[in-house]
Nanobody, 123 residues
Framework: QVQLVESGGGLVQAGGSLRLSCAAS????????MGWFRQAPGKERELIAG????????YHADSVKGRFTISRDNAKNTLYLQMNSLKPEDTAVYYC????????????????WGQGTQVTVSS
């Protein structure tokens, strides 16, 4: 059973930074896709960054490109999202997700989800 547990959310002022972490457990992730999503009130869930558990290629949505960076530490089974230059419009619940297909750039390819962590950016 795949378990994903996010941490690191909170309240930050515009222009600030946060780093989200996602502790992954339950199996060997091998070629799984790993990603970060967010969902703001009244909006659809958005895939903002993705990576394969093995490999170097990454995906970042245009809305976060140049500000957010996805990374992982395979030894710690942990996925990260470094968020810099935060804006009030980045306020959302952020979710970690995993997908068995390894297709990390497509929202519909993710099968497992964490419980989410709130990020609030004040102006």
């Amino acid at each position: 059973q795949v378990q994903l547990v996010e941490s690191g959310g909170g309240l930050v002022q515009a222009g600030g930074s946060l780093r989200l972490s996602c502790a992954a457990s339950g199996r060997t992730f091998g070629s799984y896709a790993m990603g970060w999503f967010r969902q703001a009130p009244g909006k659809e869930r958005e895939l903002i960054a993705g990576i394969r558990w093995i490999g170097t290629s990454k995906y970042h949505a245009d809305s976060v490109k140049g500000r957010f960076t996805i990374s992982r530490d395979n030894a710690k089974n942990t996925l990260y999202l470094q968020m810099n230059s935060l804006k009030p419009e980045d306020t959302a619940v952020y979710y970690c997700a995993a997908g068995t297909s390894g297709i990390y750039w497509r929202l519909e390819e993710y099968d497992y989800w964490g419980q989410g962590t709130q990020v609030t950016v004040s102006s």
